[in-house]
C-alpha cells in the first residue's frame, strides 16, 4: 500500500536519510542475529554433551545406590539420611551475550555427605553420594547453559522479528514512498517544462 508523502524534494531527502538508516539497522541486527544463531549452536553442541555426561555419572551413582539398598537393611538406611551435617547453596550473578542477561550459577558445598556410621551401610552407599557429589556441579553448569539456551533463543525469536519488519516492510515502504515521489516530481518538471513551451510559443506569436 501505497504512503502518502508529500511531492516535495525535501521529502525526498528526508525519505533518502530514513532508507538509508533503516538499512543500516538492517544489516546490524542481521549480524546479530547471524551471530546469535553461531552461539546458540555452539551452546546447544556443549549442553547435549554436558547432558550425556550427567546422565551416565546419574544412572552409575543409581546404580550403586540399589547395590548399596540390596545389602543394607531399610531401617539403617533411613538412619543414615536422618541427620545431615551437609549445607549447599547457590549464588546467581549475571554476564552480558549479546546484550542479553545470561545468569551465571556459583555453587558452595561445606560439611561432609557421608555422615552416618559405617558398621551398619554398606560401601556401595559411600560410592553413590561421591558419584552424586561429583556430577552435582555438572547439573548446576547444565542448568545454567540451558537457560542461557531459552534467554538466547528468546532474543533471537525478537531479533528476527525485527529484521523481518525491516526487510519485508519498512525499508520496501521507504522505497515505494521515494519512488512515489521521484515519479511526482517528475510529473511536475514535465507540467513545467510543457507550460513554458506554451508561454514561448505565445511570446512568439
Request: charged share 35%; net charge positive.
Amino acid at each position: 500500500m501505497r504512503r502518502q508523502v508529500s511531492a516535495t524534494r525535501m521529502e525526498l531527502l528526508n525519505q533518502k536519510k530514513k532508507l538509508g538508516l533503516a538499512r543500516r539497522g538492517h544489516k546490524l541486527l542481521k549480524d546479530k542475529q547471524d551471530e546469535l544463531l553461531r552461539v546458540l549452536q555452539d551452546l546447544i553442541k556443549e549442553v547435549m554433551q554436558m547432558r550425556r555426561e550427567v546422565e551416565d555419572e546419574l544412572i552409575k551413582a543409581m546404580k550403586r545406590f540399589v547395590l548399596a539398598r540390596a545389602v543394607t537393611e531399610p531401617m539403617y538406611i533411613e538412619d543414615a539420611f536422618m541427620i545431615s551435617t551437609s549445607t549447599f547453596s547457590i549464588t546467581e550473578s549475571r554476564r552480558s551475550v549479546m546484550n542479553v542477561k545470561i545468569p551465571v550459577y556459583e555453587s558452595e558445598f561445606e560439611g561432609l555427605l557421608t555422615s552416618y556410621g559405617f558398621l551398619n551401610t554398606s560401601g556401595e552407599m559411600d560410592l553413590a553420594l561421591e558419584n552424586l557429589h561429583a556430577v552435582f556441579e555438572k547439573m548446576i553448569k547444565l542448568a545454567e547453559k540451558e537457560r542461557a539456551i531459552i534467554l538466547l533463543s528468546e532474543e533471537m525469536a525478537r531479533t528476527r522479528r525485527r529484521v523481518n519488519a525491516l526487510e519485508f516492510i519498512l525499508i520496501p515502504d521507504i522505497e515505494e514512498a521515494i519512488k512515489t515521489i521521484y515519479m511526482k516530481l517528475s510529473e511536475m518538471e514535465r507540467g513545467n517544462i510543457s507550460r513554458l513551451m506554451r508561454i514561448k510559443d505565445v511570446i512568439r506569436k
